[in-house]
């Protein structure tokens, strides 16, 4: 790792594992993107921004500066002054003129990484996760304002972090209208883009299209980063795939609105950008004020999507996830919510709990419904008081009958909402969002809490924390099921409601930094109607999140390969479910749910009491399963061996311990085919010199037998399991699955 300055070259050289990102100064003061790839080590690539090539440099040729600056690879893209590209930053002076030039003025190079004021950020750790910052300084003289472009890296990752700081030096306010966090030029005339897209309940679908002339966006401005788009984007060079070729991805780390763009010029070159939507967005630098962007972070393989991964998912545990939990067991937990929905009470929930400690479940998890009036989704959100009617004796009462049972407890909350039908809603009117005059559009029967202002989100927080000091509660899960409309704020004056979007969110972390910080035990769930507020904003307060309110094994398969490509699994909130399953009607083998749910945090999400015997004893099988292959899961490194989404059969995943002394593998055969021989499979990551010893893992004991001679107590060697591949015989049935341990013997050579 390392961040220079090359004074010959006047280039900035930022060095992370294998790669290395050079950014140079064009013409003597624009801040241009030189090269981003593989290590090249050689100081003398500044001609790559093809500055001496051009005839159109400014200093030389300042009659067609406007070609120049519409070809310029530039770092960070301003409007309005000959760059047609779309642009990161759009500012509006007081006398209404929008317009800017940044020039560069110095650099600093820092040990370490300063935090972003109020977000989630990447982080430096003590135990040898050290980084550097580059901070290049540039001026626009006109409007007074100052933007410094921050890049770090850290010594264990390959990853470069931006994020962008802007201080009004003028006397005059000035109004940003667009505030991007990074723009990326680089050659590509041919490739793809990779984005994740769907819906609620398919949420986070890989999308592959070929890049094309002109703009392509994936985006939100709901409020949240959403169901539909994910803060994500990469080009993938062509011929790139899964374990080969050129992708360069950008990843935000922010919770709300966010454009992500891929726009191919007329000269072939390909502009990515990534920041806040500028739709609804507007936000008054008064003299003397600072905005700071959330930041993105970006990364480079030369190895296909897998490396790409790899880099996520290691910087991620490594400098995102604040949690203690990141590394410790989790429990194993039952969920009420599609077990009972809002018909329980605590007899109800004592049966569930009984029988699922019976089975070697760990926590019971109190879904919604437990306060207010709340017996179905029309009211109640904001009056976060224990509906003693359903549970006698309140809370307390509940807690210490689970808690004597050896159980954890653990409890949901929707914070962040208000039912127009609740007290807090007839006494605090004003504390929703919405536009004077105008009835605000209702979603779920519920309005959005204006947490822009500090009394609502002190109102909130008590509300949490007033229950979570009553007694021994060990997770939350944090909902929040709409999204927001009526962008209007009875608070901010007229000049300031385009703030109201990104100080919403603002107060969403304001809120969960008290949490973590006042009650630093607690295991916090975040989720958001399913999965539409999963993204690394989060992540920073939350080791894991709802993936989906779709817990559909087959369904999951699509779900967790989108969330998987860039999140840890051990991020990926994953349940066993009942069946028929509750969104698409589909049964599948509960051994199958169990193998799905792996590959996640692992829960159950039924009522246990109502499982047939043989169920019951493949959920202590579950259990057993999840208690010794969760470290691997949590640590390990993952790997996609197939893709359903691909092959529209099956679907294959691994995880390796990154020593490879063991692997999990997981084939689900998605479709039965007749007359149809095995199926050969190549294993990933493995140590071509080890000897492996392959164990079947089973929970459903009938289907023993015939599979467990096949694989159990044979040995292997690597390189035949992952060139030669191994044979996974046809099985019976749809949906079907096999999950394979394998372990190395201790006497392997290393791997180099
Ligand atoms: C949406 C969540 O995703 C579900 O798991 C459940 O908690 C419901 N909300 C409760 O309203």
């Not at 060079?237 to 726009?263: C, I, K, L, R, T």
């Not at 998890?365 to 359903?390: A, I, Y």
């Not at 000049?495 to 109201?500: D, I, P, T």
């Not at 904003?537 to 817990?551: A, E, F, H, K, V």
């Amino acid at each position: 790792m390392g961040i220079e300055y090359l004074e010959g070259e006047g280039l900035f050289r930022l060095t992370a594992q294998d790669t290395e990102y050079v950014i140079g100064i064009g013409d003597g003061k624009y801040v241009g993107h030189v090269y981003y790839g593989k290590k090249i080590e050689d100081n003398r690539c500044g001609y790559l921004m093809r500055t001496e090539e051009a005839p159109f440099v400014p200093s030389k040729n300042l009659r067609e500066k406007c070609s120049f600056a519409d070809a310029f690879p530039t770092e960070y893209s301003t409007w309005g002054m000959g760059d047609y590209r779309d642009s990161c930053l759009n500012v509006r002076s007081s006398d209404g003129c929008r317009g800017c030039e940044l020039h560069y003025k110095r650099y600093r190079i820092l040990e370490g990484k300063p935090e972003l004021p109020g977000m989630p950020a990447t982080f430096c750790r003590d135990d040898g996760g050290q980084g550097m910052t580059l901070e290049l300084e540039c001026r626009d003289e006109v409007l007074g304002l100052k933007v410094i472009l921050r890049y770090s890296v850290f010594e264990d990752s390959a990853a470069v972090i931006r994020s962008v700081e802007l201080t009004n030096e003028g006397d005059k306010p000035l109004y940003l209208e667009r505030v991007l966090t990074a723009c990326m030029d680089m050659d590509m005339e041919e490739g793809d883009l990779l984005t994740l897209g769907g819906s609620w309940a398919r949420e986070r679908h890989m999308v592959r299209r070929p890049l094309a002339f002109g703009k392509q966006m994936v985006s939100s401005f709901r409020g949240e980063s959403g169901h539909q788009d994910h803060p994500f984007l990469a080009v993938m060079g062509p011929n790139a795939g899964q374990d080969q070729g050129e992708v360069y991805a950008m990843h935000f780390v922010y919770s709300g609105n966010f454009m992500a763009e891929a726009e191919m010029s007329q000269f072939g070159s390909v502009r990515l950008l990534m920041g806040i939507h500028p739709e609804g967005f507007e936000w008054v630098l008064n003299p003397g004020d600072t905005f700071v962007t959330p930041e993105v972070v970006c990364v480079y393989s030369d190895q296909g999507l897998g490396k790409m991964t790899h880099i996520f998912h290691d910087l991620y545990r490594g400098h995102l996830i604040r949690s203690p939990y990141l590394h410790r067991k989790r429990p194993i937990l039952i969920n009420n919510w599609e077990a009972t929905y809002f018909d329980f009470n605590t007899e109800k929930l004592l049966e569930i709990a009984k029988e699922a400690k019976k089975r070697g479940i760990e926590m019971l998890v109190m879904d919604d419904g437990w306060f207010g009036d709340r017996n179905t989704d029309e009211g109640s959100l904001g009056d976060w008081q224990v509906n003693e009617k359903k549970l006698p004796g309140g809370l307390t009462y509940l807690v210490e009958q689970i808690r004597a049972l050896g159980m954890e407890f653990g409890i949901w909350f929707e914070p962040e909402m208000v039912s127009p039908d609740s007290n807090l809603y007839r006494t605090h009117p004003d504390w929703a969002v919405c536009i004077p005059e105008r009835e605000p559009v209702q979603s779920r029967a519920q309005y959005v809490l204006d947490l822009s202002r500090p009394e609502v989100v002190d109102y909130v927080y008590e509300s949490v924390a007033r229950i979570l000091r009553s007694g021994p509660i060990s997770y939350v899960k944090w909902d929040m099921n709409r999204q927001m409309s009526d962008i209007g704020s009875a608070c901010l004056g007229k000049e300031h409601q385009g703030e109201l979007f990104h100080r919403y969110i603002l107060g969403v972390y304001e809120l969960q930094k008290r949490l973590t910080r006042e009650f630093p035990e607690l295991l916090l769930e975040n989720c958001a109607s399913g999965g539409a507020r999963f993204d690394p904003g989060m992540l920073y307060y939350s080791p894991q999140i709802w993936c989906s309110d779709d817990t559909d094994a087959i369904e999951r398969l699509a779900i967790q390969e989108g969330t998987s490509l860039l999140y840890p699994l051990c991020t990926i909130g994953a349940h066993v479910s009942a069946c028929p399953n509750h969104i698409v009607g589909r049964v599948t083998p509960f051994e199958t749910r169990g193998h799905v749910a792996m590959a996640g945090t692992f829960g159950y999400e039924l009522d246990i009491t109502k499982l047939s015997q043989a169920e019951k004893e493949m959920v202590e099988e579950q259990v057993k399963m999840v208690h010794r292959f969760q470290p691997l899961v949590q640590e390990g490194d993952y790997y996609r061996v197939a893709s359903w989404q691909e092959n529209h059969k099956y679907d294959s995943w691994q995880v390796v311990s990154k020593d490879k002394t063991e692997a999990l593998l997981t084939y689900v055969q998605v479709l039965a085919q007749p007359n149809w021989h095995s199926r050969k499979i190549l294993l990933k990551g493995l140590n071509p010199n080890a000897e492996y010893q392959l164990e079947l893992i089973v929970q459903d004991k009938t289907k023993s037998g015939e599979m467990e001679q096949k694989f159990t107590g044979k040995v292997y060697k690597g390189s035949l399991l992952m060139y030669g591949g191994i044979l996974i015989p046809r099985m019976q049935g749809d949906f079907t699955s096999i999950m394979i341990y394998l372990k190395a013997k201790a006497s392997a050579p290393k791997t180099n």
